[in-house]
């Protein structure tokens, strides 16, 4: 009886330990959280870990930054751990970059996610580059990347419950192996964003998509009015607190 007792009280610290567990939560469009330190007590359907992503992109030829701090279900397998971190790279001034982490402490997401530079190599490798909010209007155009990147071609979507936007994205990658096999499950949500698709190839112009034989343009400025990807425009969209 006594032996129950003691395995009873265990189990019930073991449940509030794991119910206390407080981390960041916000998010932001291009603006600082005034409270961004601040821990608070996690939901019980996401108190397992805490997580901090990052989104910037400069296509469009506009800075722009979204920040997703929160509670996390996902069992983090190290004390921090860094789920994704990558860029695409369409043109020279057209980027997409993302990065993502995990952690057990309690508030150890206060840490800013961090993406991994592009590195300026001799280029070999030639991918299809582009963007659009659906596959007709990111189409056929192609980009030498740096030695050690390769294709990647992805469908993310930034929703609320009440609205979405899509944006198709093709270029040049520095993204990891596991970071591959990670985001290539179906609709694999980070950071506020659905990753509905996500595929990554080391060959030359791959079956990532099949563009014109005679296309060599290395820029994308005719697709930049064909997807508006502005921050008044998902400012609505990523009022997001859940990542994972």
Do not use: H
Not at 42 to 56: D, G, K, R, V, Y
Not at 186 to 204: P, W
């Amino acid at each position: 009886m006594k032996a129950i007792l003691i395995a009873a009280v265990i189990t019930a610290l073991a449940v509030e330990a794991v119910e206390s567990l407080g981390c960041v939560q916000y998010n932001s469009w291009n603006t600082t959280n005034a409270n961004s330190n601040a821990a608070s007590p996690c939901p019980q359907e996401a108190n397992i870990s805490c997580t901090s992503s990052l989104m910037n992109s400069t296509l469009g030829g506009t800075r722009q930054e979204y920040v997703d701090k929160s509670c996390s279900a996902e069992q983090c397998d190290l004390k921090e751990k860094v789920v994704a971190a990558f860029t695409v790279q369409v043109s020279d001034e057209d980027l997409f970059q993302f990065a993502s982490l995990c952690c057990t402490d309690e508030g150890c997401n206060t840490k800013d996610a961090s993406v991994p530079p592009m590195e300026n190599i001799s280029r070999t490798v030639e991918c299809p580059a582009c963007y659009g909010s659906d596959e007709a209007s990111c189409s056929g155009q192609a980009r030498k990347c740096n030695t050690e990147e390769r294709c990647v071609s992805l469908v993310a979507e930034f929703s609320n419950g009440s609205a979405s936007e899509i944006l198709v994205l093709k270029g040049c990658s520095n993204v990891s192996n596991e970071t591959c096999v990670y985001l290539s499950a179906a609709n694999r949500t980070v950071g506020g964003i659905v990753f509905r698709n996500f595929e990554c190839s080391n060959s030359t112009l791959s079956n990532l998509t099949s563009p014109s034989p005679t296309t060599t343009t290395t820029t994308t400025t005719s697709n930049t009015s064909k997807f508006s990807f502005t921050p008044v425009a998902l400012a609505s969209l990523l009022l997001l607190g859940l990542l994972l």
